[in-house]
């Protein structure tokens, strides 16, 4: 599985070393005070993870007895076929510099349902991909 999940990544890094117009997307987004995060989401149940649209937000979640504050968020679709869902996301450097404990928040949802989500805090170190995980919610 271990193997898998970095073929994955190093396939992500590679198809989005995007080039538009011979400028370089993601070099620019860094030039300009954003660095660009790309990752993928893991379903924790056994097959794929369920159709509907995932939201990932990158928080601020150190401060204690204060709600999160929004670094940078994105949104991706699940088909339904797939274990592992992949997102990107342009996020602040200067947001991220002043985050004391930043990490993520992960929800699925489908036809206005809570469908998955993340239950443990997945950190960010401000470095390299992201493998995030999600679990079923059991109604």
Known sequence: MAEFTRRVLLGL???TALTAGGIDVAGAAERSGRVRLRGVVRYAANGALPAGRL???LEEQGVMDKAADL?????VRS???????????DVPKAALRRAVDPGFTVRLERGGR??????SKQRYRGRGDVSLTIEP???
Do not use: D, H, K, Q
């Open 55 to 57: 939201t990932i937000r």
């Open 13 to 15: 890094i590679g198809a």
């Open 71 to 75: 670094i940078a968020a994105t949104s």
């Open 79 to 89: 088909s339904g076929r797939r274990r592992l869902v992949p997102f990107e996301m």
């Open 137 to 139: 919610i059991l109604y």
């Open 114 to 119: 809570l469908i998955a989500l993340n239950t």
